[in-house]
């Protein structure tokens, strides 16, 4: 019993799926290539009566092109990143996957930046979008010191229970 799916692959493939993505930018990049997140045009096929319009710009109902690319706050998020990269690329959704195919796909490092961009940008949109915050991560120092908080309690709980006893 084969269990593995024999379906062609997609072009853009390579520009979600490398050995140096973010699996959890990778997962909604593919969901997002696949038209698969849960915009307000996807919704409102079930939902036709609800008000609905984009987070951002209150304008007109999201879809995967206005939330990524026509949106204004959208533009304003890759205008900075062009600057960033160094790169100019078109505002929609098909030409840049396009853009992206055609540039090399390897082990380059501007590859991988140019791949890690894509993937942190729509996932960081797709965050903000949705309301998801994005826990701060500690730094070492804040990690030691709250390990060394607690084995101080333990010690002075050890302590304690001795002198009880």
């Known amino acids: 019993m084969n269990l593995c799916c024999n379906t062609a692959k997609v072009e853009w493939h390579k520009i979600v799926w490398f050995s140096n993505c973010i699996p959890r930018h990778a997962f909604v990049l593919w969901m997002a290539m696949q038209n698969r997140l849960s915009t307000q045009d996807r919704i409102a096929i079930w939902k036709p009566n609800d008000v609905m319009q984009c987070a951002f710009c209150k304008q007109c109902l999201d879809s995967i092109e206005h939330l990524f690319f026509t949106c204004v706050f959208s533009i304003d998020v890759w205008k900075e990143m062009q600057k960033m990269l160094s790169v100019n690329m078109s505002f929609s959704w098909r030409s840049v996957v ?31 979008i949705t309301g998801f915050e994005v826990k701060e991560s500690k730094t070492v120092k804040e990690v030691e010191d709250k390990r060394n908080v607690e084995i101080q309690r333990r010690k002075s709980r050890i302590v304690s229970n001795s002198l009880v006893v």
Not at 98 to 121: A, D, H, K, M
């Open 98 to 128: 396009e853009e992206l195919y055609r540039l090399p796909n390897n082990n380059n490092i501007w590859s991988i930046v140019r791949r890690l961009v894509f993937g942190v940008v729509v996932y960081f949109l797709w965050l903000k």
